[in-house]
């Protein structure tokens, strides 16, 4: 079994991230990772040597560095398996490749070694969205997570917060990997080209939320207060990083990191561009956050503003696309009140 | 970025502009157009950012003196590019400059947004300060209304003060009708309307007048356009997650909020 054993201990969340940070700043994660490449040359055909399993060469291979090694005790258990046989060609040979197991002797009937390579993949990577989701497959993840292996988000007021990898689909040939930024909530193209042929449901659209959700301490809470008031100066912004009160969010089902929370703010000649103008922002509440968890609470689960009347405006044309009204009992029943007397007084009228 | 230019003038036919733009590295960068730098008008206050000034602006310019001393020389080709740089900063916000960049933007040379919903959208360059050495050039999403940092590290590096804290916004307020489409696929044009309207319609309508008046008014009114902007949603096996779905929520009604705003607005005529 080739499967890395030697896991450590979960470091602290805040701790190693601060080091990824670094190592994705300067841009060397991309350069490691052409390394590797590099040393994976050697290998251009799918015939592993003795010491390599397959699973461990596929997931040497450029590229394949978002795939972790799924346990072949894993693979072994037809009920993992359930219901992959039928959108995996080639079943038994692909599952023989993958598991380096002895062919049959009638191989005859194969036309070609590519096409059970191309089952034995497409058979690993719906494996693998399967594993990822266990607790042994988000160990896994979650060291490679650590080590940086994915990246970090593009957008500059997340800070280099570490992403995972992400399916837009569950089912396999429609769209390539993606990654999930945990800071902002939104998914991004991998910076390189060479995982533009990797299946995004492969990982599958479940496992990064499923990630954060078992590694709370990894995942940004949804609220974020600037740090001082005055952090303008550097003296103050300084001592405030040094004596910074642990973080907590009262959630305890929540994300338990404190959050990249800066939203960018446009500016012409140093003056913020104006929301009047045609220009002027309009996706600021995007990568928006409330500074106390509590001002959630201010919304209904249908979106609106618990106890405000002034989105009674129904009346105005503009806001018929609005998907459902505000109910509030005083004023619904008002409104309805005197909707019927309109009726009423209306109906005969026009008969 | 780092290519050690062994001499300016002499060596090359082509400027020193030329030459800088086609390094490697450098094509975020538009040509300054001569007149704009030989006009000392607008280059007022750089002497005292520059070192050797004088002679970094001859070697922009192409006049530098062969019998330059060879310590010098090194030191001056970073204050030209410095130089040049801050002189870039300024002219692309002129008209003459937005309208190069604005070639540029169409031909995506800065790249696309990473965002997955901004459907490769172009980006442009954006400086996080107009201080030079300070920060490092980001890039901005018309779609998202984002920053993000170049994917490659040779544009990493370069000075965000080079382009400016200004430049993609007043480009979008003096083009107000490139502004992109929140949703939707990439088009270009400076005049979205032969695109937008539907050709059945055109025909209808004939006269050109009219349908000039509903261009204006497509690129007048953008008080509502967030509405129609992709998000992603996490879900767990199509569930929502709880706390994410509980601050999309939020955020979606503060979208709403400014956009009730900035329709009162509107109706008032504040707009």
Redesign the interface.
Same mark, same amino acid.
């Given at each position: 079994m080739s499967r890395r054993t030697d896991y450590n201990t979960l470091p602290t969340g805040e701790h190693s991230l601060q080091d990824e940070e670094a190592i994705s700043a300067t841009g060397e994660g991309d350069e490691e990772m052409e390394d590797a490449e590099q040393e994976e040359d050697g290998y251009s055909s799918s015939t592993p040597t003795s010491t390599l399993t397959w699973i461990t060469w596929f997931c040497s291979l450029p590229g394949h560095e978002y795939f972790c090694e799924v346990a072949e005790d894993f693979i072994e258990d037809d009920f993992n398996l359930t219901g992959l046989n039928v959108m995996v060609p080639f079943w038994k040979e692909a599952m023989e490749m993958v598991l380096d197991m002895e062919p049959d002797e009638d191989t005859s009937k194969i036309p070609d070694v590519s096409i059970v390579e191309a089952s034995a993949e497409l058979l690993y990577g719906l494996c693998h969205q399967r594993y990822i989701l266990t607790r042994a497959g988000l160990q896994a993840m979650v060291d490679k997570y650590e080590a940086g292996i994915f990246g970090s988000c593009p957008r500059v007021y997340c800070n280099g917060c570490n992403v995972v990898p992400c399916g837009r689909s569950d089912l396999p040939g429609l769209d390539t990997v993606k990654l999930f930024c945990p800071n902002c909530n939104d998914i991004y193209t991998p910076p390189s080209s060479r995982f533009q042929g990797v299946d995004g449901a492969f990982f599958g659209t479940t496992f990064p939320h499923l990630f954060f959700q078992s590694y709370r301490e990894l995942a940004p809470a949804p609220f974020y207060k600037p740090s001082s008031p005055s952090s303008t100066s550097p003296r103050s912004s300084a001592s405030s990083s040094s004596n910074q009160p642990p973080f907590v969010n009262p959630n305890p089902y929540g994300g338990q990191k404190r959050a990249a929370g800066k939203v960018y703010v446009p500016k012409i000649y140093g003056f913020r561009v104006s929301e009047r103008a045609k220009s002027g922002p309009r996706m600021q509440w995007m990568r928006l956050r409330p500074e106390n968890p509590e001002e959630l609470d201010l919304v209904d689960w249908r979106g609106h503003w618990i106890g405000e009347d002034d989105h009674y405006d129904g009346e105005e044309p503009a806001d018929e696309d609005r998907p459902m009204e505000d109910f509030d009992p005083v004023g619904d029943i008002a409104r309805i009140a005197s909707s019927y007397n309109l009726s009423a007084y209306v109906r005969p009228g026009c008969a | 970025m780092e290519e050690v230019s062994t001499g300016s003038g002499s060596d090359y036919s082509n400027s020193w502009i030329s030459w800088f733009l086609s390094s490697k590295g450098n094509e975020y960068f538009c040509e300054v157009e001569e007149d704009y730098i030989l006009d000392r008008f607008n280059l007022t206050g750089l002497n005292t950012e520059v070192q050797h000034y004088a002679q970094a602006l001859d070697m922009i310019t192409d006049n530098l003196d062969e019998e330059i001393q060879d310590d010098l020389r090194g030191n001056l080709d970073l204050q030209a590019r410095l130089l040049y740089g801050l002189i870039h900063a300024r002219w692309i916000v002129t008209a003459r400059g937005l309208a190069k960049m604005l070639e540029k933007y169409k031909r995506a040379d800065f790249g696309r947004c990473?965002?997955?919903?901004c459907q490769s959208q172009p980006l442009l360059p954006v400086g996080?300060t107009d201080v030079p050495y300070e920060k490092s050039v980001?890039l901005?999403c018309g779609r998202?209304?984002?920053?993000? #940092?170049p994917?490659s590290?040779r544009h990493?590096s370069i000075d965000g003060a080079y382009f400016g804290?200004?430049f993609?916004?007043?480009l *979008?307020?003096v083009y107000?009708n490139l502004?992109p489409p929140?949703s939707g696929p990439v088009e270009f044009g400076l005049n979205p309307r032969a695109s937008d309207l539907e050709g059945s319609r055109r025909r209808r309508v004939r006269e050109e007048q009219e349908a000039q008046a509903e261009s204006v008014g497509e690129?007048?009114?953008?008080a509502?356009?967030?509405?129609k902007?992709d998000?992603?949603r996490?879900?767990? *096996?199509g569930f929502q997650?709880?706390?994410?779905a509980?601050?999309?929520?939020?955020?979606?009604?503060?979208?709403?909020?400014?956009i #009730?705003?900035?329709?009162e607005?509107e109706a008032n005529g504040?707009?």
């Open positions: - | 990473p965002r997955v919903l996080l980001k901005y998202c209304e984002d920053i993000y #940092s994917k590290s990493g804290t200004s993609p916004h007043l *979008f307020l107000p502004i929140k690129a007048g009114s953008t509502a356009v967030a509405l902007a998000r992603y996490p879900r767990i *096996f997650v709880n706390e994410v509980k601050l999309q929520r939020w955020q979606e009604a503060v979208r709403d909020k400014q #009730s705003r900035l329709e607005l504040a707009m």
